[in-house]
């Protein structure tokens, strides 16, 4: 057993920040299952939303969190995140992050605009900021001695005090496959943090890399956490549309910068679904696009940025560029086929602001975490800064606390499984699951399509847990068993809300009801949470 102060499982920006403002004081470890640079976070384009320049407000950010939530938002959250988001982003700064500068500009950096937001206020490194962040953190957590770094580690379950036969609510660490070796290993920590990140794995199209498959969601809510919102998954409008072009992100800031979305004869559409045309917030673009090209019978829209100048192009957008050249598209002179993708889970494991979840000793930050911030649907370039925000919340949290020592836990009992003998059973599950997600729980749903998915999901699941009883785990057999657990939530999630709202359209349901509720799933109905988890608009 490996005993540590503070066990972080993930590597994106939400686990960095939160390990280096722990690290001068606690022995900090953190597991990632694949390498460190491997996180949605890498991926991030767009940038980080704060309010920086002299013509911004607090409240105007404040405002346009809350619209594009679509009265869902908890808003002492969006307001925490809010006026903590240029202390965060002068910590990023301090790091050696290389955002892009801009002298004429009071801040000293370019700020763009994206969907959703009323001003200039995403500061960036050019088309790559998530790329420039992670790379200065993870050089921050490697010259760290007070941090150990595993690789190859994915966690399999959190071992709390059911499972150890107390009767406490309390976690006390994690059981994980050391992919390199095939061991399973035993951590005990005085605090875990969950910083997984999403599960945009989960459907066909998405814009995630291979880690985003809700293990974080579906190991704290098999823990006994609630869970949140899990009907409000975001699809970005645009996604690279290309048979050689796997999950490759078309930032917002396109759009914001003044790209045009066209259809095939080179005609506008946005303007017809919305009076903010290509700047109204993501969930009704997407839509709109979906439902052009089902209208239609396309398989791609068309995003058209080549009226811009080259320099303007390539100065702003280098990342792109290059991606859709060697693809052989010029996107200074013709225009980008994109299509939506599953991109970001706004729902996840309930937290206060704090980021304590309804386990003493658990944390959540990031993507696999519901704080409130986003409601019903996130706006653009919010994700990092709560990243930046509730990462630090966390760490501060756990030094004002002395926790509990590590537990004595048992070791993985692997005597009673056998190698798998049917590996092809795995990849033919996860194969139909995205697909059914992707037909049945997509953009536009139905009450049919869901129920539809309900009776696979059921099936789906009887097979992979008596898979899990009798065979070795494995990296696959992990990530398909948290899979089919989060796509179940994001169904039962969906058949509750009554309504089309935010990121959930229902054609069953295609009005907003006046009053409404978010959508709180919890696994122990009779257990009572602890004093620390208070979140009251969840309800």
Not at 253 to 276: N, S, T, Y
Not at 438 to 452: P, S
Request: net charge negative; glycine share 8%.
């Amino acid at each position: 057993m490996e005993r540590t102060d503070v066990l972080i499982i993930g590597s994106g920006l939400a686990a960095l920040t939160t390990a280096l403002h722990l690290a001068q004081q606690r022995r900090v470890t953190l597991l990632t299952k694949k390498t460190l640079q491997d996180s949605a976070s890498v991926w991030a384009q767009g940038g980080i939303a704060a309010v920086l320049a002299d013509n911004d407000s607090i409240e105007a950010h404040i405002r346009d969190t809350l619209v594009a939530g679509a009265g869902l938002c908890n808003e002492r959250a969006v307001r925490f995140v809010v006026e903590n988001g240029q202390a965060a982003v002068q910590w990023l700064v301090e790091m050696g992050v290389p955002f892009t500068a801009d002298a004429a500009s009071s801040t000293g950096f370019h700020l763009t605009r994206e969907g959703g937001h009323s001003t200039r206020r995403i500061i960036h490194a050019a088309d790559a900021t998530g790329r420039a962040v992670q790379k200065t953190l993870c050089t921050q957590i490697r010259d760290n001695p007070n941090i150990t770094l595993l690789e190859h580690h994915i966690a399999i379950d959190l071992i709390t005090g059911d499972k150890l036969g107390r009767d406490d609510r309390t976690c006390h660490g994690v059981y994980a496959l050391d992919n390199v070796s095939g061991q399973v290993k035993t951590f005990a920590a005085s605090h875990t943090v969950l910083a997984t990140g999403g599960a945009g794995k989960v459907y066909l199209y998405t814009t995630n890399p291979d880690v985003a498959t809700g293990d974080g969601i579906a190991m704290g809510w098999r823990a006994g956490c609630r869970v949140a919102n899990m009907e409000f998954i975001q699809f970005h409008p645009t996604c690279l549309y290309h048979p050689h072009a796997k999950s490759f992100l078309i930032t917002e800031a396109v759009r914001g910068e003044g790209g045009l979305l066209k259809l095939p004869d080179g005609a506008r559409f946005m303007a017809a679904h919305d009076p903010r045309a290509e700047l109204a917030p993501r969930d009704i673009v997407a839509r709109a696009i979906d439902f052009e090209m089902k209208k239609r019978g396309l398989d791609s829209v068309y995003l058209d940025i080549s009226h811009k100048p080259a320099e303007f192009i390539l100065e702003h957008f280098p990342t792109i560029y290059e991606r859709c050249r060697a693809l052989g598209i010029d996107i200074t002179r013709e225009p980008i086929p994109v299509v939506p993708a599953a991109h970001y889970t706004c729902g996840g494991v309930v937290t206060d602001l704090a980021a304590r979840t309804d386990l003493t000793g658990l944390y959540a930050v990031g993507e696999v975490a519901c704080t409130g911030l986003h409601g019903a649907n996130r706006l653009a370039s919010n994700s990092l800064l709560e990243c930046l925000v509730f990462g630090r919340a966390a760490a501060e949290d756990i030094l004002a606390s002395a926790g509990a020592p590590p537990a004595n836990i048992p070791e993985w009992d692997a005597s009673r499984v056998t190698d798998a003998d049917e590996e092809i059973v795995l990849s033919h599950n996860w194969d139909e699951l995205r697909r059914f997600m992707w037909d049945y729980v997509g953009i536009v749903r139905t009450n049919k399509r869901l129920a539809r998915a309900a009776s696979r999901i059921r099936l789906l699941n009887e097979e992979i847990n008596e898979y899990y009883r009798n065979f070795r785990v494995s990296n696959d057999l992990i990530e398909l068993r948290n899979l089919v657990l989060t796509a179940d939530l994001i169904v039962r999630s969906a058949q509750l809300r009554r309504e089309s709202r935010g990121l959930h359209f229902s054609r069953d349901y295609p009005d907003m009801l006046p009053v409404t509720g978010n959508t709180v799933l919890n696994p122990r109905p009779g257990r009572v949470c602890p004093g620390a988890c208070d979140l009251p608009t969840l309800d």
